[in-house]
C-alpha cells in the first residue's frame, strides 16, 4: 500500500492533495485496506464531500444578498440536520435489524 501511495505521490507530486476527494481514491487501493479502515476512509469522504458542498453553496450565493444567502444556507443545514438526526437515532440493533432481518 505505501509503495502505491508513494508512487501516486511521485508521479502527481501535490496535485494529489489538491485534488482530493471521492473521485480520487481509486478502487483497488480499497483491496488493500482492512473493512475497519476502509469503513473510516468511506465515512471521511462523505464528510469531505459534504463540506465541499457546502463551501460551493457558499461560492454559489457569493454575490446574492446577505439575507438570502443566510436564508438559504440555513435551510440547506436545516435539512442537512433533519436527515442526520434520522441516523443518528437509529440504535445499533435497530440497524441490524433493518438491514439483516431474521
Known amino acids: 500500500m505505501w509503495k502505491y501511495w ?3 505521490w511521485e508521479d502527481s507530486g501535490f496535485e494529489i492533495y489538491e485534488q482530493a476527494g471521492v473521485e480520487f481514491v ?3 487501493m480499497y ?3 482492512g473493512a ?3 469503513r473510516r476512509l468511506e465515512v471521511r469522504e462523505l464528510i469531505d464531500a459534504l ?3 457546502y463551501y460551493g453553496l457558499e461560492e454559489e450565493l457569493e ?3 446577505e439575507i438570502k444567502r443566510d436564508y438559504i444556507v440555513r ?3 436545516e435539512e442537512l440536520n433533519r436527515i442526520i438526526n434520522l441516523i443518528r437515532r437509529r440504535a445499533v440493533d435497530e440497524l441490524i435489524l433493518y438491514f439483516d432481518p431474521k
Open 6 to 8: 508513494a508512487h501516486a
Open 26 to 28: 481509486n478502487n483497488e
Open 31 to 33: 483491496e488493500y485496506i
Open 36 to 38: 475497519p479502515a476502509r
Open 51 to 53: 463540506m465541499q458542498r
Open 63 to 65: 454575490y446574492a444578498s
Open 75 to 77: 435551510i440547506w443545514i
